[in-house]
């Protein structure tokens, strides 16, 4: 791989011991996919914050890099595993919180932003259109690729970090307009309406085509917080990080002549696996994604003058619920009983042995919150959420 004067510089060590190590990781990898080159990048979207998943060997490994590193780009961060003012309330233990505190702080002094959530587009890490940014988490790098236009491959944690200290990444895979066009076209024959058919028409894509690049015909219409669902389904069940929607998201695409169809059937047949007929209800959670504004005034004024009677969780980012808080959403929900977690989420929080069964309306919730804390899981609209909750 050709390398710039300053690009060389940095693998040589001259710009310290973290920007040396992040370079090599760059350059391996441009090496391993055939990059001829490194290419500069607008932003950052860091997965693997929470000390769950990262473990004491991750927390080393970001201290050393704090030691010199600083970040280049804006650089977000996903959620973490828990909510770093509020942990005790939603009842995480002394000894996790000390742990994710000293990740976060590591973080923190390499200039990252320390807001912890996987929809960093409704807090300000929103480049424009045709931008290359090298972002980790599926739901967002979808949501980046397809509905932002924005180019970016599916970073690990390790790799986005190394990007946000050198402001580079290897040019492969997506960032090559070669490579984003729509492998397959998908007609949907089926009715594409509330949050969960959004989520249940991701699983069925998701399991028909895997990681193809889809072009899908017949929705009419999507809102954002639609487009989020159904981007953090189809990245779950099936691995792509790259869709496009007729009429919809705003990348260029030849047509593919193979066809797949989406019945009813399949959208019907989605929500039952999603649903377990013996799940006892003991957590109803909202916010996978991290709810939008809109969102969390919707929920607010579901749960206005209600009680609920089950453990409720609307996860959100700070600064949303900040915004939320001076329109006085957030006492609303709160007064309800319904918790308000920021910068985590049901499934990075450690809360295996906590709670048996999980409602949600998030078809990647239903994946997580299986397959990382054992829950069983019903997966509904919000409206049904919140009679689950109070009833
Ligand atoms: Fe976000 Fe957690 Fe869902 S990271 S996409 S809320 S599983």
């Known amino acids: 791989m050709e390398l710039a004067q300053e690009e060389q510089d940095m693998l040589d060590g001259k710009y310290g011991e973290a920007v040396k190590q992040s370079m090599n990781i760059l350059v391996s990898l441009g090496e391993i996919f055939g990059a001829k080159r490194l290419i500069n990048i607008a932003s950052v979207q860091i997965a693997g914050v929470s000390y ?99 180019k970016t491959n599916r970073e690990g944690g390790p790799s986005a970090l190394a990007s946000a200290l050198t402001g580079k990444t290897p040019e492969f895979g997506f960032h090559l307009d070669e490579n984003r066009q729509a492998e397959i076209t998908i007609e949907v024959k089926a009715k594409i309406q509330t949050i969960p058919d959004f989520g249940a028409l991701g699983y069925a894509i998701g399991k028909k085509i895997g990681k193809k690049i889809a072009f899908i015909k017949g929705i009419e219409k999507a809102s954002v917080e639609q487009l989020k669902s159904f981007c953090a389904s189809i990245a779950t069940y099936g691995g792509t990080a790259l869709f496009h929607m007729e009429g919809i998201t705003p990348n260029k695409t030849d ?87 920021c910068d985590t989420c049901m499934a990075v929080a450690p809360l295996k042995g906590r709670f048996k069964g999980l409602a949600t309306d998030s078809a990647k919730g239903c994946f997580y919150g299986r397959g990382k804390n054992s829950f069983k899981t019903k997966f509904a609209t919000i409206h049904e959420l919140i009679e689950e909750a109070t009833k």
């Open 255 to 341: 047509i593919p002549q193979e066809f797949v169809e989406v019945s009813q059937e399949d959208i019907d047949n989605a929500k039952k696996d999603l649903n377990d007929d013996d799940a006892e209800i003991d957590i109803v959670a909202i916010g996978c994604p991290h709810l939008s504004l809109k969102e969390v005034e919707d929920v607010a004024r579901m749960l206005d003058g209600k009680k609920v009677k089950k453990e409720m969780w609307v996860c959100v980012a700070r600064p949303v619920k900040q915004t939320a808080e001076n329109m006085g959403l957030i006492k609303i929900i709160e007064d309800s009983g319904a918790k308000i977690a």
């Open 52 to 150: 769950h998943n990262l473990g004491e060997a991750g927390l080393d490994y970001l201290s050393d890099l704090a030691r010199d590193g600083k970040v280049r780009v804006l650089t977000t961060l996903n959620p973490a595993g828990m909510d770093m003012e509020n942990w005790e309330t939603l009842g995480i233990s002394p000894e996790f919180a000390e742990k994710q505190i000293k990740v976060i702080d590591a973080f923190k002094r390499m200039d990252v932003i320390a807001t912890c959530t996987c929809t960093p587009y409704f807090i300000g890490n929103n480049p424009h259109f045709g931008e290359h940014v090298a972002w980790s988490e599926s739901s967002a790098v979808c949501y980046a690729n397809s509905v932002l236009g924005l």
